[in-house]
């Protein structure tokens, strides 16, 4: 089993991503969680926290510290890096190495060729302009593998492509990738 990184971005879809961290627990993997700062104001790390017995984190800084490099010892850890959901902000600071949180940092200091996964989850409108776009091509050329979002009902109200994929896909998902 894998220590798994899982970095989540502010999107409404953030609730998915508990349902997946209780799930890759109860696969056997240990599953550590990094929220951007806006995606803590969505839901509470405390959260993650319980799901899956290990710390999740927001700042490398302040009270909830664990040590004076949090990021590098989070990137040095991780064995597969899972970002779901992915904002439009997050993809975007992803794809050009901006390293302004604990998400991006942690995850530019995982060193080798870890598995790296990002699943997109943002309104249909913001999903297809073309510097979207573009920002998922600049992952894939960099070896991450982008999850399709799923069609349908969003919360704001549009219909369209750009719903977090459920958890059995991305389950399945992190297991094709652990077995290659």
């Not at 710390?55 to 899972?82: C, F, K, N, T």
């Not at 604990?102 to 790296?116: M, Q």
């Not at 776009?133 to 894939?140: D, I």
């Amino acid at each position: 089993m894998a220590n798994i990184l899982l970095g989540c971005g502010a999107s409404v879809a953030i609730y998915k991503a508990c349902d997946l961290a209780s799930k890759l627990v109860q696969a056997g993997h240990t599953v550590r969680t990094v929220l951007t700062p806006t995606a803590a104001e969505l839901i509470s790390p405390q959260l993650f926290e319980a799901v899956t017995g290990e710390s999740a984190s927001v700042s490398e800084y302040g009270p909830g510290r664990r040590g004076a490099m949090d990021h590098i010892q989070l990137g040095a850890w991780a064995e597969l890096i899972l970002v779901a959901p992915a904002s439009a902000d997050l993809i975007a600071r992803l794809a050009h190495g901006m390293a302004g949180d604990l998400v991006t940092t942690a995850i530019l200091a995982c060193p080798g060729k870890r598995p790296r996964l990002v699943a997109p989850a943002m309104n249909p409108h913001m999903l297809a302009q073309p510097a979207m776009q573009r920002n998922l091509e600049l992952l894939r050329r960099d070896g991450w593998t982008v999850i399709e979002p799923d069609s349908g009902h969003m919360a704001c109200g549009d219909d369209g492509k750009g719903r977090l994929p459920e958890t059995a896909a991305l389950l399945t998902r992190v297991a094709e990738l652990l077995k290659a």
